[in-house]
C-alpha cells in the first residue's frame, strides 16, 4: 500500500519561499512518477508540476513556471516542490501524487495515490 505524506506548508508573505516535501512509503519510490497540484476554495484541483521516475524530466504549469522548481531524491524516497516568488493566488492546499509509470502527467485522473495535503497561505 502507497502512502504519500506532505509537510512544509505554513504561511509566508507575498515575494517568500517555501520548500514542500512529500515522502513514498510502502512501494520503490524509484518506479513512480510525481506531480504536485493544488487546490484552492471553491476551485478545481489543479497541476502545479511533474517529474518523472528518474527526475531527468519535469513539467510545469505556466502559473508557475521560472518561480517553482520540482525535484526528487529517490534515495530518501522524496519529491519536493521549492516555490519561490509567492503570490496570494499561490494560496492553496497542495497535494502530492504517484503513478506507476515511466512517463509524466499533468492530469490530476492520472494519478493513483494521493497525500492528504499541506496548506500554503500566501499573505499580501
Known amino acids: 500500500q502507497v502512502q504519500l505524506v506532505e509537510s512544509g506548508g505554513g504561511l509566508v508573505q507575498a515575494g517568500g519561499s517555501l520548500r514542500l516535501s512529500c515522502v513514498l512509503s510502502?512501494?520503490?519510490?524509484?518506479?513512480?512518477?510525481m506531480g504536485w497540484f493544488r487546490q484552492a476554495p471553491g476551485n478545481e484541483r489543479e497541476f502545479v508540476a511533474a517529474?518523472?521516475?528518474?527526475?531527468?524530466?519535469?513539467s510545469y504549469a505556466d502559473s508557475v513556471k521560472g518561480r517553482f522548481t520540482i525535484s526528487r531524491d529517490n534515495a530518501k524516497n522524496t519529491v519536493y516542490l521549492q516555490m519561490n516568488s509567492l503570490k496570494p493566488e499561490d494560496t492553496a492546499v497542495y497535494y502530492c501524487a504517484a503513478k506507476f509509470t515511466s512517463s509524466i502527467y499533468d492530469t490530476p485522473r492520472a494519478y493513483d495515490y494521493w497525500g492528504q495535503g499541506t496548506q500554503v497561505t500566501v499573505s499580501s
Open positions: 510502502g512501494r520503490t519510490f524509484s518506479s513512480y512518477a
Open positions: 517529474i518523472n521516475f528518474r527526475g531527468g524530466s519535469t
